[in-house]
């Protein structure tokens, strides 16, 4: 996400934190520059404006004029008035209700189905709690089914009662909901435009009717600056709590995402980051500023880690590694393992400097990787605990089991006995890491 943006800042960035000395001309060209960024990236021109107009002000200053390096405290300043402008702090999602009810509202297409199912798993792993979604949208062909199929793969709960009158929906669903213990009810609206009042209408009786905790209003980031005019639309009938910005892993922009807080006042509470049911993550400023300017993101990529890896599988690989006793076996765990991570080049652009070490544009075929596993696993338990005994009649077993070449089986082999001698070299410490 924010690649081209993140792209075009970090090279304006780069360029003064080679000046000894700043001045208002070099000031001058540095905010040409990143104004030019913002704006390609769809920011909207007053947001520029107020943006560029603070970072000059605060450059110029004596602040700068006195400081040791004035390149790195001209980049701290230009990361302060990002975090600023995406809403300073996190703001935490409001779940105190017993149940707490979270409505979901947005137009046609925006996302909202998937967008429930994902925050109704996103809540149980987090606060382990048992949520219940809940189908209103009884106008859009499948809707409801699509909600069940996601509540089947989540094994998560769904209360729907065909195409009944929406707001007697949300009054059963809220009796099922306490009578059965929920601690979180999670309903999906019917998507619409901002300008259909009829529908207006429902979801503003059904606000009334239970009152939520919070009314998230789902947008797609790929929508522009239009998107402000939904949000506009949305909060004159509706007390909008947040927003989630959906498709931010795509071909998008990300202007809106820099332009909402500052024009509409709503905060981001939660973005999506994939099409996969655990791509939802809470919107941190601090956090996205610093993955606009390639200054890493590690503690989502160890928050992560900690969700998706098994902590006492972990120790014993470790303990293992540094013994000299790591297997093929142990390489298949540790990799499937961290394929729950996601997509590979994703965490790989969460470490810091991942651009400048050329990391920043690095694909992982997921195809390949299958490939290796398929490998690993045609070989006998034997085999994966032995590496050695693997010679030309097991090789060519190994291939044919896999659906892969002996060249393929014998390329793992030589990378994974490669690997185990670094590792023992490190255990050793005759090596040493390169920072």
Do not use: W
């Amino acid at each position: 996400m924010f690649e081209s943006l993140g792209d075009r800042l970090q090279n304006a960035l780069h360029k003064i934190k080679g000046y000894g000395k700043i001045t208002e001309d070099n000031i001058s060209d540095m905010m040409r520059e990143i104004r030019l960024a913002l704006l390609e990236a769809d920011v909207n021109y007053k947001v520029v404006k107020e943006f560029t107009n603070n970072v000059k002000e605060k450059a110029l200053g004596e602040e700068v004029a006195s400081s040791i390096n004035p390149g790195d405290l001209f980049v701290k300043i230009v990361k302060d008035e990002l975090v600023a402008l995406l809403g300073g702090e996190q703001t935490p999602l409001n779940v105190k209700g017993n149940p707490a009810y979270l409505m979901l509202v947005g137009l046609q297409g925006s996302g909202k189905t998937t967008t429930a199912a994902k925050l109704a798993s996103y809540l149980r792993k987090k606060h382990a709690k048992k949520p219940l979604l809940v189908a209103c949208d009884v106008y859009r062909p499948a809707a409801i089914d699509q909600l069940k199929q996601l509540g089947k793969q989540l094994n998560i709960e769904v209360f729907e009662e065909g195409k009944k009158d929406p707001i007697e929906i949300v009054k059963n669903a809220r009796i099922y909901a306490t009578e059965n213990k929920f601690d979180y009810v999670i309903i999906d609206t019917a998507g619409r435009l901002h300008i259909d009042d009829e529908l207006m209408e429902e979801l503003i009786s059904i606000n009334k009717e239970i009152s939520p905790e919070e009314i998230l209003l789902v947008i797609d980031s790929m929508m522009g600056q239009d998107a402000i005019n939904v949000i506009t639309g949305f909060t004159q009938s509706l007390p909008i709590t947040g927003v989630v910005l959906t498709k931010l892993d795509g071909d998008t922009r990300g202007g809106v995402a820099l332009s909402v807080r500052y024009l509409v006042n709503v905060p981001i509470k939660f973005i999506g980051t994939s099409e996969k049911l655990d791509g939802l993550d809470f919107f941190d400023p601090e956090r996205i500023a610093g993955r606009i300017l390639g200054m890493g993101d590690i503690v989502s990529l160890v928050e992560k880690a900690t969700e998706a890896i098994d902590e006492k599988e972990a120790e014993k690989t470790a303990k293992k590694m540094q013994q000299g006793k790591f297997d093929l076996e142990d390489f298949l765990s540790t990799m499937k393992q961290v394929k729950k991570l996601g997509p590979l080049e994703n965490l790989i652009k969460m470490l810091p400097g991942a651009k400048k070490m050329g990391l920043s544009d690095v694909k992982v075929d997921p195809k390949q990787l299958a490939r290796i596993e398929a490998i690993v696993l045609s070989m006998t338990p034997k085999e994966r605990r032995n590496p050695d005994i693997i010679k030309a009649s097991r090789k060519t077993r190994i291939a044919k089991g896999s659906g892969t070449s002996v060249q393929e089986v014998n390329k793992l082999l030589q990378q994974f006995d490669q690997m185990k001698k670094m590792m023992k070299m490190f255990a050793n410490g005759n090596m040493k890491f390169p920072f």
